[in-house]
């Protein structure tokens, strides 16, 4: 099963949505979405955006946490862990983009990580990421390719696991400037 296929199927199951309405709202059979969630079938790449933007749609009780995430002063952003989907963005992140955060929205930004940020989404695993504990992690990162919507400058980015009323974990993104220079984990 794919990430992207296990983060549907889960999403789906807690808005208690059945696979057959997930289909009719993606213009697909409800075989192709059980194959999805099985991970027998990789969904197209307009459906995978179909399906991240689905997985990004904000449950009620996480529109409080969006109106934080907006009204921020720092350049933040908010993704789903998993599929990297981007849920809100403060107007000091979107001031850096060249899409606006509500063209952005639902859409995977996993594009437009830098090399340094894909080295450190590799090393999750190790370094206890998705233990109970862990909450945060800073790290440096590079500069992408810079020529999409989401231009990456190298500089100090935190990451902070939320758990999101849907039963998901988001990952707050925020580009910082006074943390020591290595990766650090901390406990809650």
Do not use: C
Request: proline content about 7%; overall charge neutral.
């Amino acid at each position: 099963m794919t990430d992207l296929g296990r983060a549907f199927r889960r999403q789906r199951r807690l808005r208690g949505m059945k696979q057959a309405h997930a289909a009719e709202l993606l213009g697909v059979s409800q075989s192709t979405v059980s194959r999805w969630e099985r991970g027998g079938q990789a969904p197209s790449p307009e459906a995978a955006e179909a399906l991240a933007r689905l997985i990004a749609a904000p449950a009620i009780a996480d529109l409080p946490l969006k109106r934080l995430v907006e009204g921020a002063l720092s350049p933040t952003h908010l993704v789903d862990d998993v599929s990297h989907a981007l849920l809100a963005a403060s107007p000091a992140r979107a001031a850096r983009w060249r899409g606006s955060p509500a063209e952005l929205a639902g859409r995977s930004l996993w594009p437009y990580a830098s090399e340094a940020i894909q080295a450190m989404e590799s090393r999750l695993g190790e370094l206890g990421w998705h233990e109970p504990a862990a909450s945060a992690l800073a790290f440096r990162t590079d500069a992408n390719a810079g020529d999409g919507p989401v231009p990456i400058l190298p500089g100090l980015v935190l990451w902070e696991r939320i758990a999101l009323a849907d039963g998901r974990e988001g990952r707050l993104v925020t580009t910082v400037t006074e943390v020591p220079a290595h990766a650090w984990l901390v406990a809650a």
